[in-house]
């Protein structure tokens, strides 16, 4: 019988947080999307509650759009006892590849998690830390993604899973389109074999080292991994929801109050 991997030592987070918010609309106007309220507490204050809970006492944020606020409202330490460090990407961010270049130094020199402050779950981020032992213990693997079934948003996912757990790209002949990868003509049902990036995964430096930086946007890193098959990951099918729209967030405003949330007037695609 094979044992867990033991936990990573000192294993470090990242929460992204420098994004504008565009489509949040007058909700960001004045306010950084991560501090916009689910209830009792912000998004990026669930976020650093649930990780503190799952041993992750050391969080790196990165900043751009209001990032004085984010700053400000959680300080260099958490009420958890998180310490704090901030990477200052000025503007305009420098979206999440280049963010997490840029937030390298700050990150150590094993494998970091890496948390979207765009997502509302109840994933359980104890798991990632098992996860980051097995990242150095597994030849040729740099990453892993929590994926999770296509929400209406984003109905033709990102990524497909092999039976290794390995993350794969679709078919030949698929299409890719700003909505995932669409089945071709006359195969629409092979699209249920993709996924979405759940905005949650486990990184080893290694994967960054080398890039140059700037601004550079997460699937120009991901796709050459995925062909390498060097990225690991699975499929969560717990509470989860992206935040990116003010329908959405209230969606997940009305979850958290234990109430069904009403149907999204939103179309897929």
């Not at 997490?100 to 104890?126: C, K, M, N, Q, W």
């Not at 995964?201 to 098959?229: C, N």
């Amino acid at each position: 019988m094979q044992l867990p991997a033991p936990p990573v030592a000192r294993m470090k987070a990242m929460l992204l947080a420098a994004g504008r918010g565009v489509r949040m609309g007058p909700l960001t106007s004045e306010s950084p999307k991560p501090l916009l309220s689910l209830g009792a507490e912000t998004l990026i204050e669930r976020h650093l509650r649930r990780l503190a809970a799952a041993g992750f006492g050391e969080v790196a944020i990165n900043l751009s759009y209001r990032g004085g606020q984010i700053r400000s409202a959680i300080g260099d330490r958490t009420p958890w006892g998180q310490a704090v460090a901030y990477s200052e990407e000025g503007e305009p961010p420098l979206e999440t590849a280049g963010g997490i270049v840029h937030a390298l130094p700050l990150l150590g020199e094993g494998p970091f998690v890496v948390v979207s402050t765009d997502v509302v779950t109840d994933y359980d981020f104890r798991a990632l830390r098992e996860v980051g032992a097995e990242l150095e213990q597994t030849a040729g693997a740099s990453g892993f993604l929590v994926l999770v079934p296509n929400p209406p948003h984003h109905p033709h996912g990102d990524f497909g899973l092999t039976s290794e757990g390995r993350l794969r790209l679709p078919e030949a002949g698929y299409r890719t389109s700003e909505a995932g990868f669409r089945a071709p003509e006359g195969r629409p049902g092979a699209a249920a074999a993709h996924y979405t990036f759940s905005g949650i995964a486990v990184f080893h430096p290694a994967l960054f080292r080398g890039l140059a930086p700037g601004i550079r946007p997460l699937r120009d890193v991901l796709r050459p991994a995925v062909r390498r098959g060097a990225l690991l990951g699975e499929v969560f099918e717990g509470l989860w929801r992206d935040v990116g729209t003010p329908q959405r967030l209230a969606d997940a405003r009305a979850l958290m109050g234990g109430r069904r949330p009403r149907p999204s007037r939103e179309t897929a695609g």
